[in-house]
């Protein structure tokens, strides 16, 4: 860590559909200052970089200049970590293959290394959080999608083309649900917070009984509403974390018999429902797990705090860069 | 390979529920002399080992003895690389844990490594076969059952346990067939030579139609024999063919977005069915993947001759355990 006297501090740069969040972290992971940007203001990318790299250089600034910098990580969806490139992201206002990395590094002068969300999110996690220490971990990100990260003999897997890892899109139900992906049945359909909010829509539907969420527009449920329904001994709410955990549980299941993980690290606003959708998940898991993997695998929370996880996430990658330089 | 001059050789092992195989393999992949002894024969491990080590040294005699050979490797079902033990193998004689690669290697001299029978086959197509130069692929081997080895970054995945890649045990159909491990609707129920087979009874039952299949007692018909059905036009044994390789493709695009592998090589009898099996898997392959995996994993056949693969795949191993001493 000798370098780090001169290089003490990376750049995490997470790109989301509405905002680019970035922020100034230090090696323990505590993220000195950070500050954002509309994504979708911005229709070409040129712009969005000059605009990135003007908020961002005000931030390297104040922590002593781009010297002080000892890499630029970025977490951006359907981000390609060999290339460096985002390509074709549908919620993204830029299309085709943008070489986001390379525009960045010519800017700033900072080594730049670019990977998706949920990688940047277990890299995160093996850096600052519950990962420290393991080797052979799934994260799975429970958002508005569902996302992942797998790490594997302590790499994360990119497979040949940057892009293993889509686990939110393995078919659980092929006369499932209509994805945005454009096929059916995929994980996330069922257990993102979208999904949860489509199987309360189902679940008000199918069944007669009262619930808490009957006095919710049906429409404008989310997840939230099912937590705080759960919290208050709805029953419908609490059987629909039970679905959710199950199909989750599954799936990990199947996940297991892939890679063998000591650890799967789940992340996000559904991780936080706490034993309403752990339970279903640690015993689906369990039920349906071939016997050599039984009892073998932790299921963990998160330990990267929420509002900083997207920017530390990323800036773990910084450090990875900044290696190789 | 300065030292391949001292010690040209590796020895290949492969532990089958009927038969051991070993044998002699120089460094392009011929093997030189093999033997075999049966595997059933033996019900205390040490009795198995001494006539195994009797064999293989006899063997090891006719190319110069012991120091001629790098390394021992060991195909076995359950093998746990990391522990070089079998464990809880349902077939084989030995229950509980056998620490087989320590037995060997004392009794030998030799530096042993033990893996599974599809890890030591996909290990064996990265070194003389179909995998050469590949750094990210899944081999699937079509047996009495269906198993895995699965190559990241030019390395086995062998997870936290040893025990990584049972893709033949991935739930494909939760209600579905019974199978081995207890659970139902694994891949291997659906897609081995016996699910071949079960699959051919429940469409003879299931349809009224005319089929060649008609003319062999349900209970004694084999894979073989729906392949021998189909090349003479039998439409019900195409469809058992096309049933098995949608199932089958159907899974590995779900495998395709874990490890995104440039290419999946397919070993075994079912492989050889041609067109026949390998048309379905890649129509369902490109039907349920991700749209960014699209047209990118290439479906190849092994490339090891089917008498010798076993063997080979374990002797790869050899290599390997033998570059560490």
Same mark, same amino acid.
């Given at each position: 860590?000798?370098?780090n006297?001169?290089?003490?501090?990376?750049v995490?740069?997470?790109?989301?559909?509405?905002?680019?969040?970035?922020?100034?972290?230090?090696?323990?992971?505590?993220?000195?200052t950070?500050?954002?940007?509309?994504?979708?203001?911005?229709?070409?990318?040129d712009?969005?970089?000059d605009?990135?790299?003007?908020?961002?250089?005000?931030?390297?600034?104040?922590?002593?200049?781009?010297?002080?910098i000892?890499?630029?990580?970025?977490?951006?969806?359907?981000?390609?970590?060999?290339?460096?490139?985002?390509?074709?992201?549908?919620?993204?206002?830029?299309?085709?293959v943008i070489?986001?990395?390379?525009?960045?590094?010519e800017?700033?002068?900072?080594p730049?290394?670019?990977?998706?969300?949920?990688?940047?999110?277990?890299?995160?996690?093996?850096?600052?959080?519950?990962?420290?220490?393991?080797?052979?971990?799934?994260?799975?990100?429970?958002?508005?999608?569902?996302?992942?990260? +797998? =790490?594997?003999? #302590?790499? !994360?897997?990119?497979?040949? *083309?940057?892009?293993?890892?889509?686990?939110?899109?393995v &078919?659980?139900?092929?006369?499932?649900?209509?994805?945005?992906?454009?096929?059916?049945?995929?994980?996330?359909?069922?257990?993102?917070?979208?999904?949860?909010?489509?199987t309360?829509?189902?679940?008000l539907?199918a069944?007669?009984?009262?619930?808490?969420?009957?006095?919710?527009?049906?429409?404008?449920?989310?997840?939230?509403?099912?937590?705080?329904?759960?919290?208050?001994?709805d029953?419908?709410?609490?059987?629909?974390?039970?679905?959710?955990?199950?199909?989750?549980?599954?799936?990990?299941?199947?996940?297991?018999?892939f890679s063998?993980?000591?650890? +799967? =690290?789940l992340? #996000?606003? !559904?991780?936080?429902?706490? *034993?309403?959708?752990?339970?279903?998940?640690?015993?689906? &898991?369990?039920?349906?797990?071939?016997?050599?993997?039984?009892g073998k695998?932790?299921?963990?929370?998160?330990?990267?705090?929420?509002?900083?996880?997207?920017?530390?996430?990323?800036?773990?990658?910084?450090?990875?860069?900044?290696?190789?330089?």
């Amino acid at each position: 860590m000798t370098l780090n006297v001169e290089k003490p501090y990376v750049v995490g740069m997470d790109i989301g559909g509405t905002n680019t969040v970035f922020g100034i972290v230090d090696s323990r992971g505590n993220v000195l200052t950070s500050s954002s940007i509309k994504t979708q203001q911005y229709e070409k990318i040129d712009d969005y970089v000059d605009a990135a790299c003007t908020k961002l250089l005000e931030l390297v600034n104040t922590v002593g200049g781009v010297e002080k910098i000892k890499g630029l990580g970025i977490g951006a969806p359907n981000g390609n970590y060999y290339k460096g490139t985002i390509e074709f992201a549908p919620n993204l206002p830029w299309k085709g293959v943008i070489p986001l990395a390379k525009l960045f590094e010519e800017r700033l002068g900072i080594p730049t290394a670019l990977t998706n969300d949920a990688n940047a999110a277990a890299i995160g996690e093996m850096t600052y959080g519950a990962a420290r220490g393991l080797k052979d971990f799934i994260m799975i990100t429970l958002g508005t999608g569902v996302g992942s990260g +797998i =790490v594997v003999n #302590g790499q !994360l897997l990119y497979g040949h *083309d940057g892009f293993a890892g889509e686990l939110g899109h393995v &078919i659980v139900n092929r006369e499932g649900r209509l994805c945005g992906c454009g096929r059916h049945g995929c994980l996330e359909t069922y257990c993102s917070a979208t999904g949860v909010a489509r199987t309360a829509r189902e679940f008000l539907v199918a069944r007669s009984e009262d619930s808490l969420l009957r006095n919710i527009p049906a429409e404008e449920i989310v997840s939230k509403d099912v937590y705080d329904a759960a919290v208050q001994g709805d029953k419908m709410a609490q059987d629909i974390f039970e679905y959710t955990g199950r199909i989750l549980g599954e799936a990990l299941a199947n996940a297991i018999a892939f890679s063998s993980p000591e650890a +799967i =690290v789940l992340f #996000g606003g !559904l991780a936080r429902s706490g *034993d309403y959708i752990l339970n279903p998940i640690k015993r689906a &898991i369990e039920e349906n797990v071939l016997k050599i993997y039984k009892g073998k695998t932790e299921i963990l929370l998160s330990q990267l705090k929420d509002a900083d996880a997207a920017v530390l996430g990323a800036s773990a990658l910084g450090w990875e860069v900044g290696k190789t330089v």
